[in-house]
């Protein structure tokens, strides 16, 4: 499980590069048990949804035997900006991740990852007191992952099962055996 899981923590971070590049800011991850909120402009990224896809063709066997299964999944991040101009810094981002160049350098081809679409940038006014605002802006962004499992042939056709039966009998506590073979 542990593999399963370093695929979904690779696009968090490879998200959270391209975020750095592409806005200059400090890019904080939302799964921390504590968040720290850092002075001067930021970007807090969290993981909104994971949505498998069963397909009928994700699991498949070859001649020799090696069975594999593809996993094909929906990832959903929640970008907020803060202070600055925030909603610039997220219209930079989606701009530059249009850009081919940018785009092969965080996604390659061949890569298990791939941007979706995104949703419209909403800006915020959140009041910090009462004549106190911090401006901020936040974007869903959608990535597809697809990965492959494979059991690596470890397993073998069986010929058959040796087996004794033992039975105890309570009487006299003694065993025996009965019907020992294949």
């Known amino acids: 499980m542990e593999e399963f899981e370093k695929v979904f923590n690779d696009l968090e971070e490879i998200v959270a590069k391209m975020a750095r590049v592409a806005t200059g800011r400090r890019v904080i991850m939302g799964d921390q048990e ?3 909120k850092p002075d001067g402009e930021f970007i ?3 993981t909104m949804g994971i949505q498998p896809h069963i397909w009928e063709d ?3 066997q070859t001649e020799e035997g090696v069975a594999y299964i593809t996993h094909n999944y929906t990832v959903t991040y929640m970008l907020t900006a803060y202070r600055g101009k925030a909603y610039a810094a997220l219209s930079r981002l989606l701009q530059a991740i249009n850009l081919p160049v940018f ?3 965080f996604f390659p081809d061949g890569s298990m990852y791939a941007y979706s679409s995104a949703s419209t940038i909403s800006p915020l006014r959140v009041p910090m007191n009462k004549q106190a605002y911090e401006v901020r802006a936040t974007v869903m962004m959608t990535f597809n992952v697809r990965f492959i499992e494979t059991d690596m042939a470890a397993f073998e056709d069986l010929q058959g099962i040796e087996a ?4 105890l009998h309570p009487a006299d506590g ?6 020992p073979g294949q």
């Open 58 to 60: 994700n699991v498949f």
């Open 103 to 105: 785009y092969e350098k």
């Open 164 to 167: 004794e039966l033992h039975v």
């Open 174 to 179: 003694s065993q025996a055996v009965i019907d």
């Open 44 to 46: 807090l990224l969290e």
């Open 34 to 36: 504590i968040i720290p």
